[in-house]
């Protein structure tokens, strides 16, 4: 299922003789076409403008910050993926208890967060320092609940691995080691099934000091069998690194009366632990979602504003719009139905023999961080 793409443009109130930004918008709702996309108004205040040099290094920061906050957001998109049932990270997906849609396409600017009264370098950077600090407390969340995720991961499957990796509680007794030695001890090997012969031929000349016929077998699944081997303890790290050159999987095992109940209550612990930080990190990256995403479009917001003021003057009177095409292909089709506005780049846009509008700027004229150049504020965008 292809992701609906976002149009965000603005286009000086001059596109109407009389000049008015309401008849603008009008016209410019009647150039796109229904199957195109929807047209909706987008809601920008006036902000605070320096110089025109300040006004040209915003535009070029704004871009940066752009792209940096929406790889958070999709970040942020990625854990709720992750974390969320499979096919319900949508669901969590609301901004300021919104869908995203209706959000979009009733924007308004947050006044109480980002107070318009502010320079536009002000609120830049609180916007920025507000996505970078959501960014790092979601990470460190959902490096813990990994962490904890691959604990419990680890443990349940020792619950249900073969007899190399499982745990042996439940399987073995006290009564298979030798206890109060101060010299001997049993160990556990876990023995594949196709070896067992050469098991049974070679343990007791491993390593010397390993006590005669002392190795039996405790279990068998369709991977590997149980052995014990009863040797001198001075031996045992010999003895291991000889088991495994030969493909024997020595068990790290050691028998307390009360292990099998300790086992049961740590990945009980682990259950709980994990259920506790997921929940912590759906709480929020639901929250990050909403405030990274509103952040991004009141960047964009900024974005749309600053490049309307350089491209079109002051005082600004203009309108601008957000278009939302169902697909890749409609978003194609705006604009070029947009692109009936491309003579207000003047000598940049001419027309080829065909009668296609062609692009006649030079390549390193071009400024921003996009490669098209477009002769209206133009920013276009997609929601995973």
Same mark, same amino acid.
């Given at each position: 299922?292809s992701?609906?793409?976002?149009?965000?443009?603005?286009?000086?109130?001059t596109?109407?003789?009389?000049?008015?930004?309401?008849?603008?918008?009008?016209?410019?709702?009647?150039?796109?076409?229904?199957?195109?996309?929807?047209?909706?108004?987008?809601?920008?205040?006036?902000?605070k403008? %320096?110089?025109?040099d300040?006004?040209?290094? $915003?535009?070029d920061e704004?871009?940066?910050?752009?792209?940096?906050?929406?790889s958070?957001?999709?970040?942020?998109?990625?854990?709720?993926?992750?974390?969320?049932?499979?096919?319900?990270?949508?669901?969590h997906?609301?901004?300021?208890?919104?869908?995203?849609?209706?959000?979009?396409?009733?924007?308004?600017?947050?006044k109480?967060?980002y107070?318009?009264?502010?320079?536009?370098?002000?609120?830049?950077?609180?916007l920025?320092?507000?996505?970078?600090?959501?960014?790092?407390?979601?990470?460190?969340?959902?490096?813990q609940?990994?962490?904890?995720k691959?604990?419990?991961?680890?443990?349940e499957?020792?619950?249900t691995?073969?007899?190399?990796?499982?745990?042996?509680?439940?399987?073995?007794?006290?009564d298979?080691?030798?206890? %109060?030695?101060?010299?001997?001890?049993?160990?556990?090997? *876990?023995?594949?099934n196709n070896?067992?012969k050469?098991?049974?031929?070679?343990?007791?000349?491993?390593?010397?000091?390993?006590?005669?016929?002392?190795?039996?077998?405790?279990d $068998?699944?369709?991977?590997?069998?149980l052995?014990?081997?009863?040797l001198?303890?001075?031996?045992?790290?010999?003895?291991?690194?000889?088991?495994r050159?030969?493909?024997?999987?020595?068990?790290?095992?050691?028998?307390?009366?009360?292990?099998?109940?300790?086992?049961? $209550?740590?990945?009980?612990?682990?259950?709980? =632990?994990?259920?506790?930080?997921?929940?912590?990190?759906?709480?929020?990256?639901?929250?990050?979602?909403?405030?990274?995403f509103m952040?991004?479009?009141?960047?964009?917001?900024?974005?749309?504003?600053?490049?309307?003021? =350089?491209?079109y003057?002051?005082?600004?009177?203009?309108?601008?719009?957000?278009?939302?095409?169902?697909?890749?292909?409609?978003? $194609?089709?705006?604009?070029?139905?947009?692109?009936?506005?491309?003579? =207000?780049?003047g000598?940049?846009?001419?027309?080829?023999?065909?009668g296609?509008?062609?692009?006649?700027?030079?390549?390193?004229?071009?400024? %921003?961080?996009?490669?098209?150049?477009? *002769?209206y504020?133009?920013y276009?965008?997609?929601i995973?």
């Amino acid at each position: 299922m292809s992701n609906s793409k976002y149009i965000l443009v603005a286009l000086p109130a001059t596109i109407v003789r009389s000049g008015d930004e309401d008849e603008a918008f009008n016209a410019l709702t009647a150039t796109v076409s229904p199957d195109a996309g929807e047209v909706a108004r987008f809601n920008i205040p006036s902000f605070k403008i %320096g110089t025109l040099d300040a006004l040209v290094l $915003q535009a070029d920061e704004l871009a940066k910050v752009d792209q940096q906050v929406e790889s958070a957001v999709a970040k942020v998109a990625d854990v709720l993926r992750n974390v969320c049932e499979a096919g319900r990270a949508g669901e969590h997906k609301m901004v300021n208890d919104k869908p995203i849609d209706q959000y979009l396409r009733n924007f308004t600017w947050n006044k109480v967060k980002y107070r318009s009264e502010r320079s536009i370098g002000e609120l830049i950077e609180a916007l920025h320092k507000e996505v970078v600090l959501l960014d790092n407390d979601l990470k460190s969340k959902y490096t813990q609940y990994q962490a904890a995720k691959s604990n419990l991961i680890a443990l349940e499957r020792k619950q249900t691995g073969n007899l190399s990796t499982k745990s042996l509680y439940g399987i073995v007794t006290k009564d298979d080691f030798v206890t %109060g030695s101060e010299y001997l001890e049993t160990l556990l090997i *876990a023995i594949p099934n196709n070896l067992e012969k050469d098991w049974l031929k070679s343990y007791e000349i491993l390593t010397p000091m390993v006590v005669p016929r002392s190795s039996a077998k405790l279990d $068998q699944d369709e991977e590997f069998a149980l052995y014990t081997v009863t040797l001198f303890k001075k031996q045992i790290p010999e003895f291991v690194q000889k088991a495994r050159a030969n493909k024997f999987v020595p068990r790290e095992f050691t028998w307390t009366d009360n292990g099998s109940e300790k086992a049961k $209550q740590e990945i009980d612990s682990a259950r709980i =632990l994990e259920r506790k930080i997921l929940n912590e990190t759906l709480r929020l990256a639901m929250t990050a979602w909403s405030d990274e995403f509103m952040a991004w479009i009141h960047i964009k917001a900024l974005r749309v504003y600053v490049e309307s003021v =350089l491209r079109y003057g002051l005082p600004l009177e203009y309108t601008s719009a957000i278009i939302r095409a169902p697909n890749a292909k409609a978003a $194609q089709k705006a604009k070029k139905q947009l692109d009936a506005y491309n003579y =207000l780049g003047g000598n940049a846009f001419g027309r080829d023999k065909k009668g296609n509008i062609k692009n006649d700027i030079p390549g390193d004229l071009m400024a %921003g961080d996009t490669a098209e150049y477009s *002769a209206y504020v133009y920013y276009e965008f997609e929601i995973a």
